[in-house]
């Protein structure tokens, strides 16, 4: 049945209560705190029983995603899945909240809208009191839409505004970083992980070790990442270069330029807010400032070197250490 079918239906039913349709519902937070997690657990039940006060609707399934971003729906596992069922032919009318909690993406909500009526499923936004199956309603969904991405840009700004206060206070900012323990927006060195970060800057320091080398020896020594695996160069250099292991504060590092797919810039160290903590009390150093030095100068050393070999290849295949 398409959506125009479904509409010719309700006209001469009289309403679409006397329809027998099969009903999915869908809820969303945006966090995992359990004042959200609360929320989602009554709006699951509230979309629930609205559909078990219809005789001659069958409720189906319940799509629900915890602590997901509504500015998109590539993380939304139970969204896609809602999307990829409709498309099956799981069920027949979609039952949700707030537009908002359909998505704060105007372009992809009206994708996604358009989606689930081409294969004649509508959608009722129950405490919107809004559904796509009446024409009359298309142009306050699109409208509601446009306001939610609007609420979540001007929420994106004042994050933003909020992180830079934050910075200018001095408090540090992010989660996990290796050899420290985050408490109170200070940092305080962690004793299971700093021996490990030292061990590093030891090591490379010496400029008598590779990155493939100095992993293989973390590792005999007893050092893993989070997963219980080797620590990855990546992770290895994130180490090495970051300034807070001499004691040294690092704020905005990097900007927020889409706010849609969180894609970020990394800023030129110059635009960063960075000074040393004299005494010690937000970024205590775990080395000293010679050896984060000497570490560092090895590693742009062998940046050049690695970049300079790039193109001088003297291999029988053409594109070895091009790729």
Known sequence: MTIYELRDLIDQTGD?????????TYSRVSTEKETQAASLHNMTDDFRDYVERHPNWTFVKAFIDDGRSGLTTKKREDFLKLLAAGAAGSYDLLITG??????????????????????????????DDLNTYDADCDIQIQQKLVDAENESRKISKR??????KSIQKGHV????????????????IDPETAPMVRRIFELYATNQHSMKEIEEILYQEGYRNSRGNRLSHTTMANIITNPKYKGYFVGGKVKVI??????????PEKDWVMYKDEEGETVPALVSEELWEAANEVFQRRSIDVK?????????????GKL
Request: one cysteine or more; hydrophobic letters at 30%.
């Open 173 to 188: 900012l992010g989660n996990r970083i290796w050899g420290y323990k985050k408490e109170n927006c200070k940092l305080v």
């Open 258 to 267: 889409d706010i849609f797919n969180k894609r970020q810039k990394f800023l």
């Open 98 to 127: 707030e537009i908002s909690r359909f998505g704060r993406n105007t372009m992809e909500g009206l994708q996604n809208i358009k989606y689930l009526k081409d294969r004649g499923i509508p959608v009722i936004f129950l405490y």
């Open 308 to 320: 300079h070999r790039r193109n001088c290849s003297t291999h029988k295949n053409t594109y070895t």
């Open 159 to 164: 994050v933003k505004r909020g992180h830079a």
């Open 16 to 24: 679409i209560d006397n329809i027998p349709l099969r009903c999915a």
